[in-house]
């Protein structure tokens, strides 16, 4: 049942990062846009914010989709294993998932003192508190802890005989 729990959890927050990436993309045009246009068009004047806008907006959107990439599998993945049984390809995966967690941890740890530092710092043009674009990195770090916590349980699964409980 907890588990049952877990998986709605994670379910949800995947769909809320989901949709929190679409946002991002879209909020991302408009300072790209903003730039292309100001440099073709003289009326339009050229605003020297919305480049640092325009990173700070692709930092996001790369470690959501990061985020994501990791609850569905894809993120940190590379094939070059032929076809195995079940328990070995949940063994490989397994013990991948636990280098997997570890990168986690490094960007939560270090992550949250890359943020603490710029705690009192505030971008060059735009002005904006840094420990907002910086958050991202902690973020990131506990969110794969999220997932891949999800998926190296469905592989202790297999290890030990039981199959995996369904995704949601």
Do not use: C
Not at 18 to 39: E, G, Y
Not at 101 to 115: C, H, K, P, Q, R
Not at 135 to 146: E, Q
């Amino acid at each position: 049942m907890r588990m049952n729990a877990y998986r709605t959890f994670t379910r949800w927050y995947a769909q809320l990062l989901s949709w929190i990436l679409v946002a991002s993309i879209a909020v991302l045009i408009i300072p790209v846009s903003m730039q292309i246009f100001s440099r073709t068009i003289p009326l339009i004047p050229a605003y020297i914010w919305t480049e640092e806008m325009a990173r700070f907006m692709f930092v996001w959107s790369i470690m959501i989709g990061a985020m994501i990439g990791i609850r569905e599998g894809t993120h940190f993945e590379v094939d070059v294993w032929p076809e195995m049984g079940r328990r070995a390809t949940a063994a490989l995966k397994f013990v991948s998932g636990l280098f997997i967690m570890v990168f986690a941890l490094v960007f939560l740890w270090w992550g949250w003192e890359f943020t603490w530092d710029a705690r009192n710092r505030i971008s060059e043009l735009a002005e904006l508190p840094l420990w907002m674009i910086h958050l991202a990195w902690p973020l990131a770090g506990a969110t794969w802890v999220i997932f891949q916590a999800e998926h190296l349980i469905d592989n202790l699964r297999t290890l030990a005989g039981r199959d995996p409980e369904p995704q949601l």
